[in-house]
């Protein structure tokens, strides 16, 4: 069975400075997606941005960019820039090509960004 | 108008109703899903369903059940509620294409007493 963890619970970091969020996973298949979800404190879910497996070349988003190593199943976040907005609940999550939709969430990281 | 929509928002019961959440949506995706979440734990399957004639158990489905009424509706019941089912709980939909993303509601607050 697939497995996400975040090992980080509570993080912070100053406005406008960079910050990591960890990830790791544990899965036998070699195609799969990775999600970095975002729940602030209005509570609704917001995609960041997405990882195909197959895909060597790391995700990037405006701010927000990812590190993929594949071979050691790590997945991190990293934010730049970061503003007051992006504070909130982070979630890395796994999907399996042969698992249908079903999602499998790490437990969340906690990010504060202080003024 | 929002997308995926739950309702309630939020509900506080007694330990022993049945409850039922119910989620709607206007994507006309096939796929829609159920999932808690819970401190700590981050979010976890309930049920699922890939059409209206397609459900399946999830993760946690003990203590649940669901309805598919039609492609945009996907409904939640907890038969006997107990306090250790007080979570949040979203509801998810996707299409079957190649970003898999999943959309999500805002969320339905439960409190069991």
């Known amino acids: 069975a697939q497995t996400v963890t975040q090992s980080q619970p509570e993080m912070s970091v100053q406005e406008a400075e960079t910050v990591t969020l960890s990830c790791t996973y544990d899965?036998?298949?070699?195609?799969?997606?990775l999600f970095w979800y975002k729940q602030p404190p209005s509570r609704q879910m917001i995609l960041v941005i997405r990882?195909?497996?197959?895909?060597?070349q790391n995700a990037t988003e405006n701010r927000f960019s990812v590190n993929f190593q594949k071979a050691a199943k790590s997945f991190s976040l990293k934010i730049s820039d970061s503003q007051l907005g992006d504070t909130a609940m982070y979630f890395c999550?796994?999907?399996?090509?042969?698992?249908?939709?079903?999602?499998?969430f790490g437990q969340g990281t906690e990010l504060s960004v202080k003024p | 108008d929002a997308d995926v929509t739950q309702t309630p928002r939020n509900r506080i019961t007694k330990t022993g109703k049945r409850i039922m959440l119910e989620c709607s949506q206007t994507?006309?995706?096939?796929?829609m899903y159920w999932y808690r979440q819970d401190p700590g734990l981050g979010l976890r399957l309930i049920y699922y369903?890939?059409?209206?004639?397609?459900?399946n158990k999830g993760e946690i489905s003990d203590g649940y059940s669901v309805s598919r009424q039609a492609q945009a509706k996907f409904s939640l019941s907890l038969e006997s509620a107990i306090p250790n089912q007080t979570a949040l709980y979203f509801c998810?939909?996707?299409?079957?294409?190649?970003?898999?993303?999943?959309?999500f509601g805002p969320g339905t607050r439960l409190t069991v007493l």
């Open positions: 998810a939909t996707s299409d079957v294409d190649i970003t898999n993303e999943q959309f």
């Open positions: 899965t036998s298949e070699s195609n799969y997606y």
């Open positions: 990882q195909e497996a197959y895909k060597q």
């Open positions: 999550a796994f999907l399996s090509y042969n698992q249908g939709g079903k999602l499998i």
């Open positions: 994507k006309g995706h096939d796929r």
């Open positions: 369903s890939f059409d209206v004639k397609d459900i």
